[in-house]
């Protein structure tokens, strides 16, 4: 299948948008409300510029553009695909939600430092738009470093000593997965002498003997750390001690899944789907990635911190992406790939009600917040939604990703895989059902009124609930996210679209 | 012919010659009024510039530059010869001699208010014997200016912190003797076989020698090899170096780190394949490949000692140690991309590590404090300094997109191409070593007291210190980009001549 490609700077300028504002913000550091005026501006244009290149997309073109060339036959370049945009859409789109709440979160608790907060935020949306739209293994390389780097001072944002161990450790992880990256990086290069993505797998990496075959897919495995797989997960949930708005974009959405993102740009566009069948890699990997589905489950039912717990559950859920792409199966990759930006809506939601929690009540443990709906019943269901979702109950979209994670793995008939499956949807349920029965059917200590969190944080957190549900019944509109998948699926398979 | 071509035609005599001039004619300057020297010295060193510049250009257009001393033919007469390889070097030389020039305006009033005129004379003999151990093609010629520059190292040095800077000089002294000595003897013992002087003489003559097993010149080699060794810090040989870097003034720990070892590689480099032969070298002796892993050994030894310090110079000496690492690994790969990658690292280390020592000056002029557990609030009271430092850092580090990471994928893929694995599991466990060592310092510029730093206000260094700072760092973010023009221009020729038959004078 040929697709045909078009030269643009669109995808430049939407990486660059959130750059330019961080300089913007830091300059009117003094004037609160320009500074986060900006950052609305940033957020808006970045969405739009996204989007606007939807239309090509779903044409079944590629969107190109070569920035600089860095070394000779190693550019710096940008090339829009499906899947690329679904990312980038999904990201750039919740910036505008976290925006919103991350003024009112940071207002109320009244932060330090932020200006500096807001500058990381923007760099990090940058970088994370930059990994969707990156055309190769160098270009995806920088600014997955640079992700590390601007979310590290998000990270120590308190400055304790709690603070800034937890930080050491999430760059101790995050680095190392960037030198291994770049280990495999290097192989490739040497192997094949480019890196640039392609819907095949990059030519000539079948040539490689097994055992060095191997070491390069383990290698590049470790460099999807922050993808959180079990063993490589705890940064994450150390994480969670940044502020909550980055713990939920970017310990939910961005900085994670730019990590499942590059799992699935390396296993299906650098790998591809037949060098991961003949070489018995995606069977492997499956396996591997059910530990983490299970185990990060059970981890999360011993957690009290509301934060961790959720974290967990990301670990956990993070795995069900890559468990889809490794299925290769038409129904399990589409799976995967959907799932990013179901879980991120619903995610998401549930980060803000933490955080809303954090703010109004000054509550993060699950064992405080006996009767907590009485005072935040918005905030709670909204939390229900969210929660629901994540176990795959319909209407809210998780159940889709779920269905369609089973149909990959019914296909092979791996009855491991399936069990995998459901044993994981009942413990998703048996770490949300008590927080929900918790906060609704439990007696408060003493008698609560009702108060909920600023508007500026209520607003996005029941708009993310009420886009859970939509997706979840409308999951095949035009244009949505279904629809993108479903081009970036008949790319990597070569079926039509 | 006009006065202009007249002029152009010595051109590469007068890049060594000026400097030496204006040199000696500094107390002059320094008589008539004190101030005019720093501007006296910022002259020659944008003529300096200018003419390197030109130098490369001519280079680069219509190929290498052979000039005859006097009229006098080689190999009797000294030559001067410039090709891709020095030409790119001097540039370098009289590229951050300017900067720090610029930067020592203020930095010297305040650390030597009474030896302005001494200093800056040393400090245009300093240049003057770089450029010309780099622009000579006769080795006697070249021991000459290794000494001058080296004498005047040991006065920039001496001139440092009380006591421990004359020291520091002491020791860098012996130590340099003894270099100076090994080399002096390697070059007596090339005379002794082969009665030439001049180095593409020496080239074609010393073949036949060492088919037959000559074991002089085997001798000459190692002489070479180890006194060379010394003059770039190589590991074990490195024991001046902290020192010397540490107790230096400031400006001159930035010209120091960022050229003497620079030019001590381009010395070794060229002795290795423009004096003997890349087949000598690589094959006979396999001198190379012992260069490769005591490279490999410096790259990691010298990143954990840095850890060690909590002197910042003295962290930046150290880093100094394992970066010199990166550039001879480079070289002793004996493939091009590996080549490519360490002779881009000379051009990348000099950016990065003048910015830094730079910076650590300017925070030296500011608070007087070196000890990096004490740079507490610095973020706030020097915005741009530390901005520098943060670029400049994360460049050591080998972030994509600075200049430090164009060179590190060169020296790994290189490696790779050698079957090297390990090579590339050192170059990557040294990149997360320097994370260690610079994030620590990161940490105590920004983070962990937010409420002590409340009430600092900002307080930058001055104009003239700022400059330089930041166009190094530009230029650590533009090269790591456009690293396509030096490679494709200079480097992807230079390391197939090298590698190929050996080019040159």
Redesign the interface.
């Given at each position: 299948m040929v697709t045909e490609t078009v030269n643009s700077m669109v995808p430049a300028l939407a990486v660059l948008v959130s750059m330019v504002a961080s300089v913007l913000i830091l300059a009117f550091g003094k004037y609160p409300n320009i500074r986060e005026g900006w950052t609305f501006v940033a957020a808006f244009t970045k969405f739009s510029l996204v989007i606007s290149m939807l239309p090509l997309i779903l044409d079944g073109k590629v969107i190109t553009y070569t920035v600089v060339k860095m070394l000779p036959n190693l550019p710096i370049a940008f090339k829009v695909d499906a899947f690329g945009i679904l990312f980038a859409i999904t990201s750039s789109f919740l910036w505008i939600f976290v925006t919103s709440y991350s003024i009112g979160y940071m207002r109320t608790l009244k932060e330090h430092a932020q200006t500096r907060y807001y500058f990381c935020f923007a760099i990090a949306l940058s970088s994370a738009i930059g990994i969707a739209f990156s055309a190769n293994l160098i270009t995806l390389f920088l600014f997955y470093e640079l992700l590390t780097i601007s979310t590290y001072p998000l990270v120590a944002h308190t400055e304790t000593a709690e603070a800034i161990s937890s930080g050491r450790k999430y760059l101790t992880y995050l680095m190392i997965a960037g030198v291994s990256l770049l280990f495999a990086i290097v192989v490739v290069y040497n192997a094949t002498g480019t890196t640039e993505f392609s819907f095949n797998g990059i030519a000539g990496l079948e040539t490689l003997e097994r055992t060095t075959l191997i070491i390069l897919f383990i290698a590049f495995m470790i460099g999807c750390a922050k993808a959180a797989f079990m063993p490589l997960h705890a940064w994450l949930p150390a994480a969670m001690v940044a502020p909550t708005p980055v713990s939920a974009l970017l310990h939910a959405v961005a900085v994670v899944k730019a990590g499942v993102f590059t799992a699935i740009r390396i296993i299906l566009y650098v790998f591809g789907v037949d060098l991961m069948e003949t070489s018995g890699l995606w069977l492997n990997m499956a396996y591997f990635v059910s530990i983490t589905i299970i185990l990060a489950s059970i981890f999360a039912m011993t957690q009290n911190n509301l934060k961790k717990r959720l974290a967990y559950s990301t670990v956990s859920q993070l795995s069900y992406v890559v468990l889809g792409a490794v299925l290769i199966t038409q129904h399990g990759i589409t799976g995967g790939m959907l799932h990013i930006p179901y879980h991120a809506f619903m995610k998401i939601t549930l980060f803000m009600c933490a955080g809303a929690l954090i703010v109004t009540a000054k509550k993060e443990n699950i064992s405080d917040m006996n009767g907590i709906a009485r005072q935040m019943p918005i905030t709670m269901l909204a939390f229900t939604v969210g929660a629901l979702g994540m176990i795959g109950m319909p209407p809210v979209g998780g159940y889709i990703t779920k269905w369609y994670l089973l149909l990959g793995a019914a296909e092979l008939e791996n009855m491991i895989l399936i069990g995998v499956l459901l044993i994981s949807a009942v413990l998703n349920a048996a770490y949300f059902f008590p927080v929900i029965y918790v906060a609704f059917f439990k007696k408060p200590d003493k008698e609560l009124k009702y108060k909920e969190a600023p508007l500026t944080m209520l607003i996005p957190l029941v708009l993310t609930a009420i886009i859970s549900i939509i997706i979840g019944i409308w999951p095949d509109a035009p244009g949505l996210f279904l629809d993108i998948v479903n081009i970036a699926v008949a790319n990597v398979t070569g079926g039509g679209i | 012919m006009s006065g202009f071509d007249m002029i152009m035609v010595h051109i590469p005599l007068l890049t060594v010659v000026t400097p030496l001039i204006a040199g000696f004619l500094m107390p002059i300057v320094g008589w008539i009024d004190r101030k005019l020297c720093w501007y006296w010295v910022m002259a020659i060193m944008f003529v300096v510039l200018l003419m390197a510049s030109s130098n490369l250009y001519t280079v680069i257009t219509t190929g290498t530059i052979h000039y005859e001393l006097g009229g006098w033919k080689p190999p009797v007469g000294i030559e001067y010869v410039i090709d891709l390889l020095n030409g790119f070097v001097c540039l370098i030389i009289a590229f951050i001699g300017l900067m720090v020039g610029i930067y020592s305006k203020e930095s010297i009033t305040k650390e030597l208010p009474n030896k302005i005129i001494p200093f800056y004379s040393v400090f245009l003999l300093l240049i003057t014997g770089l450029m010309g151990m780099t622009i000579t093609g006769d080795i006697f010629n070249f021991y000459v200016f290794l000494e001058i520059s080296s004498l005047s190292a040991y006065a920039l040095i001496a001139m440092g912190d009380r006591g421990d800077g004359v020291v520091a000089s002491f020791n860098y002294l012996i130590m340099g003797t003894v270099a100076a000595s090994f080399i002096l003897l390697g070059i007596g013992y090339l005379y002794a076989v082969t009665g030439s002087l001049n180095m593409a003489d020496m080239q074609n003559l010393l073949p036949d020698l060492y088919n037959n097993n000559n074991k002089v010149v085997l001798a000459a080699l190692a002489f070479f090899m180890v006194g060379f060794s010394i003059k770039v810090g190589l590991f074990p040989l490195h024991a001046w170096l902290p020192d010397a870097y540490t107790h230096a003034p400031s400006t001159a720990s930035a010209l120091i780190a960022g050229l003497m070892t620079k030019v001590g590689v381009y010395a070794l480099i060229r002795f290795m394949f423009c004096v003997f032969t890349p087949a000598f070298v690589f094959d006979i002796t396999r001198m190379a490949e012992i260069l490769t892993w005591a490279a490999a050994l410096a790259i990691i030894i010298g990143s954990v000692l840095a850890i060690a310090q909590s002197d910042i110079k003295r962290m930046l000496a150290y880093s100094s140690i394992s970066q010199i690492g990166y550039i001879l690994l480079g070289i002793g790969l004996a493939n091009l991309i590996g080549m490519q990658g360490g002779l881009l690292h000379i051009l990348n280390h000099a950016f990065m590590k003048c910015a830094l020592f730079l910076v650590a000056g300017a925070i030296f002029y500011k608070t007087g404090i070196r000890n990096i557990y004490q740079f507490k609030g610095l973020g706030k009271k020097m915005p741009v300094t530390t901005l520098v430092f943060l670029i400049a850092g994360?460049s050591m580090i080998g972030?994509?997109?600075t200049v430090g990471f164009?060179s590190k994928?060169?020296l790994?893929?290189g490696s790779?191409?050698e079957g090297m694995w390990i090579f590339?599991?050192v170059i990557?466990?040294s990149?997360?070593l320097n994370?260690v060592y610079f994030?620590r310092v990161f940490?105590n510029i920004?983070?962990?007291?937010?409420h002590e730093v409340e009430h600092i206000k900002q307080d930058e260094a001055p104009v003239s210190m700022l400059i330089p700072m930041v166009i190094l760092a530009a230029l650590c973010i533009f090269f790591?980009?456009?690293?396509?023009y030096p490679?494709?221009y200079i480097l992807?020729p230079l390391s197939e001549a090298l590698i190929g038959s050996g080019v040159g004078p």
């Open positions: - | 994360l972030i994509p997109g164009t994928y060169y790994a893929l790779l191409e590339v599991i990557l466990l990149s997360l994370i994030w940490d920004w983070f962990g007291h937010p790591g980009l456009f690293a396509y490679l494709h992807e």
